[in-house]
C-alpha cells in the first residue's frame, strides 16, 4: 500500500468515526475531542460493541436516507 492509498484510508475512517459520534451524542464539543482522537474513538466504539448488530452499516446509510 503506498502513501497515498494510506492516506485515503485513514481519511474516511476518520470522517466514518465522526459519523458514529455525531449518531450517538449529537454535541459539537465531543465531535470536536472524537476529530482530534478518532482512533481512540473508533477502538472504543468497536469494543464497547456500539458497532455490532449491523450498526457499522446503519450509521453511514442513516445520513443518506
Known amino acids: 500500500m503506498n502513501k497515498k492509498d494510506s492516506s485515503i484510508l485513514y481519511l474516511l475512517l476518520g470522517i466514518y468515526a465522526l459519523m458514529i ?7 459539537i464539543i465531543l465531535l470536536i475531542l472524537c476529530y482530534i ?3 481512540l474513538y473508533l477502538i472504543y466504539e468497536l469494543l464497547t460493541g456500539h458497532l455490532s448488530h449491523g450498526m457499522w452499516k446503519h450509521i ?6
Open 21 to 27: 459520534n455525531w449518531y450517538y451524542n449529537h454535541s
Open 60 to 65: 453511514p446509510l442513516s445520513y443518506f436516507d
Open 37 to 39: 482522537f478518532w482512533p
